[in-house]
């Protein structure tokens, strides 16, 4: 069974940071792009950032120049390192495993963001 497991998650001020992990197989994290959904209330899931695995990015528009989505190899793990939060960036956020062309998709359990004073 496939397992991505998230952490990271929590509370933090407007203009905070967090930074959120997800640790999976190694054998699924050589074959898959990995990535970031966010799901708000009320909202559709929407993309915020992936990472394929040669190390191309791409990130939602209202993200650009405040997240950066990383992963280290040798640990099986994607990081998304988010700063200058938001109050609009409040969601629970999912991890991804896409394969490409095949399109198999596995998500991660979620983890909530909030952004609040």
């Known amino acids: 069974q496939v397992q991505l497991v998230e952490s990271g998650g929590g509370l933090v001020q407007p203009g905070g940071s967090l930074r959120l992990s997800c640790t999976t197989s190694?054998?699924?994290?050589?074959?898959?792009?990995m990535g970031w959904y966010r799901q708000a209330p009320g909202k559709q899931r929407e993309l915020v950032a992936a990472i394929t695995s040669g190390g191309g990015r791409n990130y939602a528009d209202s993200v650009k120049g405040r997240f950066i989505i990383s992963r280290d190899n040798a640990e099986n793990t994607v990081y998304l390192e988010m700063t200058s939060l938001k109050p609009e960036d409040t969601a629970v956020y999912y991890c991804n495993a896409k394969r490409p062309y095949f399109g198999t998709m596995y998500w991660g359990q979620g983890t909530q963001v909030t952004v609040s004073s």
């Open positions: 190694r054998s699924i994290f050589s074959l898959y792009s």
